[in-house]
């Protein structure tokens, strides 16, 4: 078994099918499949079901797929090794944000970072904390923001620690209040973010623990478009105290919820035991001293 063979088989997984997937590989269409059908047959067993142009995992692909996905992220962790060893002074980090609050956290980050290690190519990819989780686990993210807590497969380190506000129209009638109760909004339409958001499942739980499920006026990932549709009475959104600070819209009013009071804790994290290239030693490094930690609350480790 190759490590070639691997590389097809996941490209095609993740492209959808043979044509997408020999453009990413930097092969001819013939090759990608070649190397796919060289994989069924040492196996013995169909890993694909090819329907006209497209391409499902049969169980046993399904098995594969999720092995050659670690086997790859351990030699991608090898070639680093190698790398470092050959003294290479240049070096890939790749890291993963969520839209929110990103660019309050890390944008001094980044000018830090790089005018101390400007051979260094940084590759940047945004996308809820759910699916950063992932690409993380499965070695093609460095580092990636997420929302505590997080499972045992990974590291981390806190960022920053935030009470999450909510957001209603200046004239709606509970803004009227100095704080709120979840039980208080049992009858209010909600705006809640987009698929894969952490936010969206501490909202619903800490409604759960109040007695009710949301009513669901609409969902989205953009901060600015959720915030608008609050101003014209939508429904009610939550933001992190420090965004809604950011943001400030005259057609609407923060006001702090409690009982039960929600956070967002957010942290960096890393892959449990996986191999860190000087680049990502410097980017932690980076985030543990002085010159980034801005008005964070105190670092942790886990």
Not at 82 to 92: M, V, Y
Request: net charge negative; hydrophobic share 45%; glycine share 6%.
């Amino acid at each position: 078994m190759e490590i070639r063979t691997l590389r097809a088989f996941v490209e095609v997984v993740r492209q959808g099918g043979f044509t997408q997937a020999a453009k990413t590989v930097f092969a001819t269409q013939s090759t990608v499949s070649k190397a796919v059908k060289q994989l069924e047959e040492e196996l013995g067993l169909q890993l694909l079901d090819r329907v006209g142009h497209h391409c499902a995992l049969t169980d046993a692909g399904a098995v594969v797929y999720r092995r050659a996905l670690i086997i790859l992220a351990e030699g991608d962790d090898l070639k680093a090794e190698i790398q470092e060893l050959r003294g290479l002074t240049s070096g890939t980090l790749r890291l993963g944000f969520p839209p929110i609050g990103s660019n309050t956290l890390f944008a001094r980050w980044f000018v830090a970072y790089l005018s101390r290690y400007p051979g260094v190519d940084l590759k940047l990819v945004e996308y809820g904390s759910k699916r950063l989780e992932e690409l993380v686990l499965n070695g093609e993210l460095d580092f990636a923001a997420s929302l505590l807590p997080v499972s045992e497969h990974f590291e981390w380190q806190e960022l920053r620690r935030e009470p999450i506000d909510i957001l209603l129209a200046v004239d709606h009638p509970l803004a009227q209040s100095d704080t709120l109760t979840f039980a208080e909004l049992a009858e209010v339409p909600f705006v809640l973010y987009g698929e894969g958001f952490a936010l969206n499942p501490m909202i619903i739980e800490a409604c759960r623990q109040s007695g009710f499920t949301p009513k669901v006026a609409a969902y989205s990932s953009q901060i600015d478009f959720i915030i608008e549709l609050v101003a014209v009475k939508l429904g009610v959104c939550f933001l992190p105290r420090m965004i809604a600070q950011q943001r400030p819209h005259p057609l609407t009013k923060c006001v702090a919820i409690e009982q039960p009071a929600i956070y967002w804790h957010m942290a960096l994290i890393w892959r449990q035991g996986g191999y860190l290239s000087p680049a990502a030693q410097a980017w932690l490094e980076l985030a543990r001293s002085q010159e980034v930690a801005g008005n964070r609350t105190q670092l942790c480790a886990g």
